[in-house]
């Protein structure tokens, strides 16, 4: 069975084509276009459409690296279904080194949009429209925002069986459920009914590149799983060990201002009782340690050096 035709910002790609589309969104005041660049790749032969997107908040560079180390690899010239690939989502934010747009709105929040609304809801509202209804599954890139460091992670939607399989077949160093948050892309997504993970990775504006990889890794094991990987790209990264499943999260949070010093790598395993992390004032005077609350692991480090009173220092879980 020959594959659908794919249909973008009025452009249309048959199956066995590739091309680089894009979907205009709205005008800066010097008349400058702000568009989303969507490159699809479609089989001639029938298989899922899967949409692999990156840059949603702007700053957040490992998701577009993988994306474009994909598409340089030729790993989404897959043999049946298609690929949308949006290394970018947010060009303006990508531009200006920030998650948010000209209206000071973070995108992951205006979803679904609205046609008429400022810029973070208009991309929100012609990305749906133009693209969702096309899909079957969705990944989405992302890393921590601001100097969070997230440890390689799938987030997944309890309430979606598919969500649940997908994160299974990513397997990501960390996985876990979390909460559909308002206004977000995967929160649409459920809403819509197309299958979608969330990949954290790394911090932003700095690339990664055991994080960039383990994106890698994970796309691959999702195409591989649908049969959709070339033969070649197929043995590439076959994967061997298995997500660790976190059931319990927490903050921990600085309990004084100061500076924060992390005594622990992240994605490694803590004991309770260990100390993860000091905080201490500038005149050698007053320490503070930071311990674990229980066994289990820690994947998500903060790495801003001075440090305000309640700001989150690390994310770890129990398995
Ligand atoms: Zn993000």
Redesign the pocket.
Known sequence: MTNKEITIGGQTVAPGEDKLLSIPIDRLPTGTLIDIPVYVFNAKKSGPTVLVQAG??GD?INGIEIVRRMIAEKSFKVKKGAIIAVPILNIFGFIHFS?DVPDGKDV?RSFPGTKSGSMASRIAYHYLNQVMHQIDYGIDL??G?GRRHNFPQIRYTAEDEQSVELAEIFNAPISFASKLIKGSFRNAAFRMKKPTVVFEAGESMRFDDYSIVEGIKGISNVLRHFGMLSDTESTKYEEVNKTIHLNTRRWLRAPTAGMFIPKTTNGSEISKGQVLGIITDTFAKRTKQIKAPFDGYVFCVNHQAVINQGEALFHVGTA
């Open positions: 949603l908040h957040e998650r992951n992302h890393t925002g």
